[in-house]
């Protein structure tokens, strides 16, 4: 599977639509908190932005969140990171990365969520990924050559991005690195004329589960219900 689970239904309905234009606006405010509010030097923000611009979030959004998070309105932000590890059905290991600002709450609804499923404990499937950096981005020559690319950005290895994640006559990579050098790797392809949308510390699987076609919906099913959660930020998951 790719660097995190993307719903199967993509956005397939206003209500999705809704869904996924908060998760965008989350990240995007705790990047200018965390990193500073110029996208120029904050690489995780940049992508934030793009991604948001990618599915029509309006400016005036876009620009609120990013306020929020440098701290330039009265709006306090209170975001917490909260991992969660455990095991869709058919044993496939997934981790939860949840931003909250209700801890309490966020873990009674992982709770209900995994009454399908099986909740570790935290080092319970972790060892069982990679800590990486991934950066996914795309660029409107699509003649360039992307391990060449990714030799001259500093990244390790370099994968074609789905087509449905690429404008049409463009070219999509997705770039794996050190996590030491994901701010460089960003820089040098923004630089370059990329067009980054995603710019994360991501968990890579070792091995990936192989589960038959006939399990895969149920596996999907679950995946897209933990995926509907407003609290829950990113999936990563090793199946194949």
């Known amino acids: 599977m790719g660097a ?9 309905n206003a209500a999705k639509k809704g869904a996924l234009i ?9 990047a200018a908190k965390v990193g500073g509010p110029s996208p120029d030097a904050n690489a995780r923000l940049r992508a934030g932005i793009e991604a948001a611009r990618k599915a029509s979030v309006p400016r005036d959004t876009i620009e609120r969140a990013l306020k929020k998070g440098a701290g330039l309105l009265d709006e306090q932000v209170n975001y917490e990171l909260i991992t969660y590890e455990g095991f869709a059905p058919h044993k496939v290991p997934l981790i939860i990365e949840c931003l909250t600002e209700n801890k ?14 099986q909740l570790g ?4 499937v972790s060892w069982m990924f990679d800590r990486a950096g991934v950066v996914e981005a795309t660029h409107a020559e699509k003649i360039l050559d992307l391990e060449s690319v ?4 500093g990244a390790q290895s370099v994968e074609a991005l789905e087509s449905v994640d690429v404008p049409p006559g463009q070219i999509g990579g997705r770039f794996i690195c050190d ?6 790797v ?5 630089q370059n004329g990329w067009s980054v949308t995603t710019s994360e510390m991501s968990y890579l699987p070792k091995n990936n589960v192989e589960v038959p076609e006939e399990l895969k919906k149920e596996v999907t ?8 959660n407003d609290d829950v930020h990113r999936i990563y998951v090793a199946m194949k």
Do not use: C, M, Y
Not at 104 to 117: C, E, G, P, Y
Not at 179 to 184: R, S, Y
Not at 186 to 190: N, Q, R, T
């Open 4 to 12: 995190q689970w993307k719903h199967s239904g993509r956005v397939s």
């Open 22 to 30: 908060g998760k965008l606006i989350k990240e995007i405010t705790v």
């Open 104 to 117: 309490n709450r966020t873990a009674a609804d992982i709770r209900v969520l995994f009454r399908a499923a």
């Open 121 to 124: 404990s935290p080092g319970s």
């Open 150 to 153: 990714a030799i001259e950005a």
């Open 179 to 184: 996590t030491t050098d994901l701010d460089t």
């Open 186 to 190: 960003s820089k040098f392809l923004v």
């Open 221 to 228: 099913k679950f995946l897209d219900s933990v995926d509907d």
